[in-house]
Every structure is written in C-alpha cells, then in structure tokens.
Nanobody, 119 residues
Framework: VQLVESGGGLVQPGGSLRLSCAVS????????MGWYRQAPGKQRELVVL???????NYADSVKGRFTISRDNAKNTVSLQMNTLKPEDTAVYYC??????????????WGQGTQVTVSS
C-alpha cells in the first residue's frame, strides 16, 4: 500500500494551497482518511480527519479555513487550505486507516509534503 502526496509549496500569508493524496495497492477498504502536520520542534498534530461516510473532525486552528474532501471511488483525499498563516508552516502528512487485501488493518502514512507560509 502506498500513499503519495502532492501539492505542497511556498505561499504568502493569506494565500491558498491544495494538497492531494492518492492511495494505491492491495486495498479492501479504507476507513478514516485525513491530514496531520508537524512543524519544526513540535509534535505531529491532527489537522483533519474524514470518515468513509463523510463525517469530518477539524482542528480548531484550521476550522473555517481548511476543507477536506475524499473520493471513495478513486481512493483519494484532498485538503484545500485557504487564508494560510505563517503558523500553518509544517510538513503535512496524509493518513489512511486501511484494511488491505490480505486482511491487515493498520494505519498508513504518506511521505510528507512541505508547506511554507511566508512573505
């Protein structure tokens, strides 16, 4: 199973970025998907989760600015980030809880994509 992210980069404060993550491999089903982030010197923190049914759980710090979406048919999850702030600067990691074709249920992570918000 692989999670491949795309869409990070450098943006000015107030700008927007869109992150995407594609899941591939021997997948029976995907439960939760989402995004975490880790800033330098800090622990990895939850940004947002979305269930297979579409329920979402956002961190307070991103509510109203970030929007998660998923395509269950394509096994993809995206994160639209608007009104970005310097404190959003971090490495963003895609996350999925997957039941594989071999019957293994575990968490999977992407390799991370850098988001830098700076003028």
């Amino acid at each position: 199973v692989q999670l491949v992210e795309s869409g990070g980069g450098l943006v000015q404060p107030g700008g927007s970025l869109r992150l995407s993550c594609a899941v591939s491999g021997s997948i029976f089903s995907i439960d939760d998907m989402g995004w975490y982030r880790q800033a330098p010197g800090k622990q990895r923190e939850l940004v947002v989760l979305i269930t297979s049914g579409g329920s979402t759980n956002y961190a307070d710090s991103v509510k109203g600015r970030f929007t998660i979406s998923r395509d269950n048919a394509k096994n993809t999850v995206s994160l639209q980030m608007n009104t970005l702030k310097p404190e959003d600067t971090a490495v963003y990691y895609c996350y999925s809880n997957i039941l594989t074709g071999w019957g293994i249920d575990r968490d999977y992570w992407g390799q991370g994509t850098q988001v830098t918000v700076s003028s």
